[in-house]
Each structure stands twice: as C-alpha cells, then as structure tokens.
C-alpha cells in the first residue's frame, strides 16, 4: 500500500470509529435510567448493611405496638431471608466455574 493509500484507509477507520462511538452513546443512553435505579437500590441496601440499627429498631418497635400484624409478618420474613442465603450460595457457586478477570 502506498502512503496515499494508508492516509485514505486511516481516515475511513477514523469515521467508522467516530460513528460507531455515537451509536453506542446513543445506545447507552436508553439504559442509562435504570441504571442509575439499580445504584440507588445498591446504595440503599449498603446503608442498611452498614446501619443494621435502624432496621433493628423499626421491628422492635412494631413488635411493641402491632405485636399480631409483626407476628403474622415473621413467617414471611423468614422465607425471604432464607431465600436470599439461597440464592447468594447459588450465585458464589456459578461464580467459582466462571474465568477470574
């Protein structure tokens, strides 16, 4: 290839890369509001896990004032617990099988 040639082929890579950066802006930006729900939802639950208290101290309290609807409540919360360990297990096991980065 001569020079000319290379100039032409570097300015074709350099509009193909151009375009296709737009169209993944473009793409992106469709998912960019759930995207930014799941942080919200991760940062939420990171403040519950660092503040452990609060959740704590609501329960106590319903306990204390609505003892038969923190009762009825109890079995439900169980079984989403459970299900959660479950689920984490599961999710540590597939990750043991996948190539480390």
């Known amino acids: 290839m001569n020079p000319n040639e290379l100039q ?3 300015q074709h890579l350099l509009i193909r890369s151009t375009e296709l950066r737009l169209q993944l ?3 992106l930006h469709s998912l960019q509001r759930p995207a ?3 942080d919200q939802i991760k940062a939420r639950l990171l403040w519950l896990y660092q503040n452990p208290q609060w959740p704590a101290g609501v329960l106590a309290l ?3 004032l609505k ?3 923190a009762l009825s409540w109890t079995g439900k919360l169980w079984w989403l617990w459970k299900s959660a360990r479950t689920l ?3 999710r540590n096991a ?3 099988y996948l190539p480390q980065r």
């Open 25 to 27: 802006r473009a793409n």
């Open 36 to 38: 930014a729900r799941v």
């Open 8 to 10: 032409l082929r570097q």
């Open 67 to 69: 003892p038969k609807r």
């Open 94 to 96: 597939l990750l043991a």
């Open 88 to 90: 984490r297990h599961w």
């Open 62 to 64: 319903l306990l204390i």
